[in-house]
């Protein structure tokens, strides 16, 4: 039997790595993103048959409705939660609207796929939500999505447990800096890019992420030993320096 994955945000960044990746592996993928045109590029590029595309806007009724009825009809070996928005711009200064369009993204579609998704999931099935190193850490100009991102993380350790005794294996990835297009999405520019030594690039948190999915074990993987090191020099400072820090990062 031919394995089956959905990939969302899969236009880009780490979700387009993961469904080229899922593809030279044998899996049948389902790509989900809202650029119709970003899909058929990835479509020419995936190596073997039987792949899909479904456009969708995940921040939308419509559009969720959408993906979340794929599971009425077809069964998925994994799934990768990996549509997300984020922004760089202080709290008060962004449209409210805005806000609440990165919730929906982040959080209740994901919500959404997750709980569809693990009432039909079977044993050996496996549920990846991203995440991001900043769900450990406050993000001042990029406040919503940081919390986002922490609720990704705390819903996810909680399903990792419940779904052991089914035998379905649910993670949190977390990975940093990526080379992915988000920071420019997330209007950031060229001045304020991050360092390339700090950066990984999406195919490296994809092979660490299915390293970490074929063993099974652990409901959070973050990915980069950089990343790994900097959290853990977080616990030698207080508190608010860590707030300052990230609020001058």
């Known amino acids: 039997m031919v ?9 880009s960044g780490i979700g387009y790595a ?6 030279r592996e044998g899996y049948a993928v389902t790509a989900v993103a809202r650029r119709a045109d970003k899909l058929q590029q990835l ?14 806007d995940l921040a939308t009724t419509d559009g969720l409705a959408k993906v979340t009825s794929l599971f009425e009809t077809d069964r998925y070996q994994l799934v ?17 609207d805005t806000h609440e369009r990165i919730m929906r993204l982040n959080c209740s579609a994901l919500v959404a796929i997750s709980h569809t998704y693990l009432k039909t999931a ?42 052991q005794h089914h035998g379905v294996y649910v993670a949190a990835l977390c990975p940093g800096v990526t080379e992915s297009g988000f920071h420019e999405a997330a209007g950031g520019g ?7 030594w700090l950066t990984q690039t999406a195919d490296d948190v994809v092979a660490e992420t299915l390293h970490a999915l074929r063993r099974r074990k652990q ?7 950089k990343n790994r090191l900097g959290l853990f020099l977080t616990r030698f400072l207080s508190y608010k320096r860590i707030v300052s820090m990230m609020g001058k990062w």
Not at 3 to 11: H, I, M, N, P, Y
Not at 18 to 23: H, I, M, N, T
Not at 43 to 55: K, R
Not at 126 to 135: E, P, R, T
């Open 219 to 225: 409901p959070v993987i973050i990915s980069g030993w």
């Open 18 to 23: 993961f469904a080229k990746r899922l593809a």
């Open 122 to 163: 079977e044993r050996g099935d496996a549920l990846i939500n991203v995440s991001s190193i900043l769900s450990f850490l406050p993000y001042p100009s990029g406040a919503i999505y940081a919390a986002t991102k922490a609720f990704v993380l705390s819903l996810t350790e909680s399903l990792w447990y419940e779904q």
């Open 190 to 196: 060229a001045t304020d890019k991050p360092a390339a």
């Open 43 to 56: 479509q020419a590029e995936l190596v073997g048959t039987n792949h899909h595309s479904v456009v969708a």
């Open 80 to 96: 990768i939660n990996n549509a997300g928005a984020g922004l760089y711009e202080n709290f008060a200064d962004a449209p409210l």
């Open 3 to 11: 394995k089956k994955a959905l990939v969302t945000g899969a236009s």
